[in-house]
């Protein structure tokens, strides 16, 4: 096989790179917003309130702390979907391993919604936070001029219409029967 020059090569790999950054990207985007809507419904229980009301005062060091709760929470669902995988039954194993990633994103997100003031007062924690944020940032932006995103976004649009058309034309039906 002859050698390929460095600069194709990386080309080929930033292009596959591209492609699912891409896809991940537009996916990413979908969940976190249905994990948002969730949780702020979830927030509205007067219960929740009352629990989120108190962990917005929590000092710095107890709210980094609260971070182990998730995945304490956690950790015996993905136990029990690694052991369902191990045991032959593959579906069920992923979707409870899925379901608890799912569950244990959504929570540590509203955790980190509820903390975030507190924890930036960490030294460490707000160096590490403007770092990752900063490096995130121009990920993103470089992802999103890629051609490979903006078809995936363009997909994801025209696709969302035509649920729509089909979900309104269903219900008129519907509604006439």
Same mark, same amino acid.
């Given at each position: 096989?002859?050698?390929?020059?460095?600069?194709?090569?990386?080309?080929?790999?930033?292009?596959?790179?591209?492609?699912?950054?891409?896809?991940?990207?537009?996916?990413?985007?979908?969940?976190?917003?249905?994990?948002?809507?969730?949780?702020?419904?979830?927030?509205?229980?007067?219960?929740?309130?009352?629990?989120?009301?108190?962990?917005?005062?929590?000092?710095?060091?107890?709210?980094?702390?609260?971070?182990?709760?998730?995945?304490?929470?956690?950790?015996?669902?993905?136990?029990?979907?690694?052991?369902?995988?191990?045991?032959?039954?593959?579906?069920?194993?992923?979707?409870?391993?899925?379901?608890?990633?799912?569950?244990?994103?959504?929570?540590?997100?509203?955790?980190?919604?509820?903390?975030?003031?507190?924890?930036?007062?960490?030294?460490?924690?707000?160096?590490?936070?403007?770092?990752?944020?900063?490096?995130?940032?121009?990920?993103?932006?470089?992802?999103?001029?890629? %051609?490979?995103?903006?078809?995936?976004?363009?997909?994801?649009?025209?696709?969302?219409? %035509?649920?729509?058309?089909?979900?309104?034309?269903?219900?008129?039906?519907?509604?006439?029967?």
């Amino acid at each position: 096989m002859p050698d390929r020059p460095p600069n194709l090569i990386r080309r080929i790999l930033r292009g596959i790179f591209a492609v699912f950054a891409a896809i991940w990207m537009v996916v990413e985007e979908w969940i976190w917003d249905r994990l948002v809507t969730a949780m702020k419904w979830l927030a509205r229980l007067p219960v929740i309130r009352r629990v989120e009301a108190r962990i917005t005062k929590l000092p710095p060091k107890a709210a980094m702390a609260l971070f182990v709760v998730p995945w304490l929470l956690l950790l015996p669902a993905k136990i029990l979907g690694l052991w369902f995988l191990s045991t032959g039954h593959a579906v069920l194993g992923v979707l409870v391993f899925v379901g608890a990633k799912v569950a244990g994103t959504a929570l540590l997100a509203r955790l980190f919604t509820l903390t975030k003031g507190s924890l930036l007062q960490i030294g460490w924690f707000r160096r590490l936070y403007e770092w990752f944020t900063a490096l995130r940032d121009r990920l993103y932006k470089y992802v999103k001029s890629l %051609r490979a995103y903006q078809l995936a976004r363009k997909w994801m649009s025209a696709l969302r219409t %035509r649920i729509r058309v089909l979900w309104r034309a269903t219900r008129r039906l519907l509604g006439r029967a």
